[in-house]
T-cell receptor, first 116, second 112 residues
Framework: EAGVAQSPRYKIIEKRQSVAFWCNPISGHATLYWYQQILGQGPKLLIQFQNNGVVDDSQLPKDRFSAERLKGVDSTLKIQPAKLEDSAVYLCASSRQISDDPSPLHFGNGTRLTVT | GNSVTQMEGPVTLSEEAFLTINCTYT??????LFWYVQYPGEGLQLLLKATKADDKGSNKGFEATYRKETTSFHLEKGSVQVSDSAVYFCALSDGGSYIPTFGRGTSLIVHP
C-alpha cells in the first residue's frame, strides 16, 4: 500500500509569514493526526481527526494554527503568522480507526519548517 | 494525564553489543504500548507493540515486555548492528482517549 504522503519536504519562511502543509493519508484510514516535533523532543499532538471531524485539538495554538480535513481524506495544516518557535518538523500520521485495540500510526516523512 | 519517560541519549554501542533502552509510563486505564523507530531522514515507523500486561512485542530482533507492575516497556536487542542506528520512541495509546502520547526519543549510535 502507498504510504502517507506529505508536502513540501522542506520550507523556509520569515517570521510573520504564512505557510501551509499538505497530507494525504493511507487509503481507507479514518483517523489522521498532525504532530509537531521540535529538535530533540518527541512528537507533540496538534490535532486529531476522525473522518472529517475533530477528535482533539486541545494543544493546537488556535490563534495562529488551523487545520482542516474537509472531505475526510487529505488534510492541510496552516500557520499564520509564523513565529521563530514554530521551527520544527511537522508530521502527519494516519491509522485505521479508533477501536478497542488502538491501531499503530503510519507516519509520513514530515515537513521541516525553518522560520527565520 | 498520560506521559512517557525514556532514558536520555545518545546511547553509543559497538556492533554486536546488547541494547536496553528504558521506558516507563503513566496512564489511566490499560494502555497499549508501542516502540517506534526513526531512521535518519525518514518518518517514524512502528517497530513493535503490546496491548496487555505480560505481552511481549518483537520485531527485527528487538523485544519489549509490557510490565504492568513496574509500568515499564523496556526495549532490548541481543546484538545490535550499525544499521540499527536511529532514534527510538516509546509511546502509549490508552483505551479512553486513544490519543497516542510519545516519549522524547532515545538516539542509538552503533559503531562498527
Amino acid at each position: 500500500e502507498a504510504g502517507v504522503a506529505q508536502s513540501p519536504r522542506y520550507k523556509i519562511i520569515e517570521k510573520r509569514q504564512s505557510v501551509a502543509f499538505w497530507c494525504n493519508p493511507i487509503s481507507g484510514h479514518a483517523t489522521l493526526y498532525w504532530y509537531q516535533q521540535i529538535l530533540g523532543q518527541g512528537p507533540k499532538l496538534l490535532i486529531q481527526f476522525q473522518n472529517n471531524g475533530v477528535v482533539d485539538d486541545s494543544q493546537l495554538p488556535k490563534d495562529r494554527f488551523s487545520a482542516e480535513r474537509l472531505k475526510g481524506v487529505d488534510s492541510t495544516l496552516k500557520i499564520q503568522p509564523a513565529k521563530l518557535e514554530d521551527s520544527a518538523v511537522y508530521l502527519c500520521a494516519s491509522s485505521r480507526q479508533i477501536s478497542d485495540d488502538p491501531s499503530p500510526l503510519h507516519f509520513g516523512n514530515g515537513t521541516r519548517l525553518t522560520v527565520t | 494525564g498520560n506521559s512517557v519517560t525514556q532514558m536520555e541519549g545518545p546511547v553509543t554501542l559497538s556492533e554486536e553489543a546488547f541494547l536496553t533502552i528504558n521506558c516507563t509510563y503513566t496512564a489511566t486505564g490499560y494502555p497499549s504500548l508501542f516502540w517506534y523507530v526513526q531512521y535518519p531522514g525518514e518518518g517514524l515507523q512502528l517497530l513493535l507493540k503490546a496491548t496487555k500486561a505480560d505481552d511481549k512485542g518483537s520485531n527485527k530482533g528487538f523485544e519489549a515486555t509490557y510490565r504492568k507492575e513496574t509500568t515499564s516497556f523496556h526495549l532490548e536487542k541481543g546484538s545490535v548492528q550499525v544499521s540499527d542506528s536511529a532514534v527510538y520512541f516509546c509511546a502509549l495509546s490508552d483505551g479512553g482517549s486513544y490519543i497516542p502520547t510519545f516519549g522524547r526519543g532515545t538516539s542509538l549510535i552503533v559503531h562498527p
